[in-house]
């Protein structure tokens, strides 16, 4: 299901010109999952750097209205593009967009199954330090490991050339890594 190649790139549904880079979260919008924290990279990224960007927010959660408060506050509602409650089916179509994925920036253990959906579509993901996806990212190789107040350093270092390579890295650790028919063949050729 989560493989690029199935889904169409449409930018243009959402009105994303192609040149911005696309900075998807998807999952529950909360304070718990550290979601409040992209708001602040917002805020604190450059204005020049923060017009070539678009932070994609899809899912729904107890956070979501009071982010939406807060960037709107903050102005920063150009940078951001919020879908709400998304079927676990169009999620795909979503990551299709995205180039780099935030894997929820909290200090609590999680988001392995969000690391292996935004690889498998070839998304840069960037992961907090210390959690369970950092395990599988080679730095700046596959993916970031990075500290919330280190996004805005990232994000301004990134060209097109780089992600490109990092997106063909993720998607090829995640077939090889976690591509359940790659995981069984190697653990039947173990036993």
């Known amino acids: 299901?989560?493989?690029?190649?199935?889904?169409?790139?449409?930018?243009?549904?959402?009105?994303?010109?192609?040149?911005?880079?696309?900075?998807?979260?998807?999952?529950?919008?909360?304070?718990?999952?550290?979601?409040?924290?992209?708001?602040?990279?917002?805020?604190?990224?450059?204005?020049?750097?923060?017009?070539?960007?678009?932070?994609?927010?899809?899912?729904?959660?107890?956070?979501?209205?009071?982010?939406k408060i807060n960037v709107k506050k903050l102005g920063l509602s150009n940078s951001f593009y919020f879908t709400g409650f998304a079927p676990r089916e169009e999620i795909p179509k979503y990551l299709k967009i995205a180039n780099l994925g935030i894997v929820s920036p909290s200090p609590i253990r999680g988001g392995l199954i969000k690391l292996a959906e935004y690889m498998a579509m070839g998304i840069v993901p960037i992961v907090p330090p210390n959690s369970w996806p950092a395990e599988h990212i080679k730095h700046e190789i596959n993916g970031f490991v990075a500290k919330i107040e280190e996004y805005s350093d990232i994000l301004n270092k990134l060209n097109k050339e780089q992600i490109y390579e990092m997106s063909k890295e993720a998607r090829i650790y995640a077939i090889n890594n976690f591509d359940i028919r790659n995981v069984a063949k190697r653990l039947i050729e173990y036993l």
């Open 1 to 67: 299901m989560f493989n690029p190649d199935l889904y169409s790139f449409n930018r243009e549904k959402f009105g994303i010109p192609k040149e911005k880079l696309v900075i998807i979260y998807s999952g529950t919008i909360s304070k718990s999952k550290g979601v409040h924290n992209i708001v602040h990279v917002a805020e604190n990224t450059p204005k020049d750097l923060l017009k070539e960007l678009l932070f994609f927010i899809v899912g729904d959660g107890p956070y979501l209205n009071e982010m």
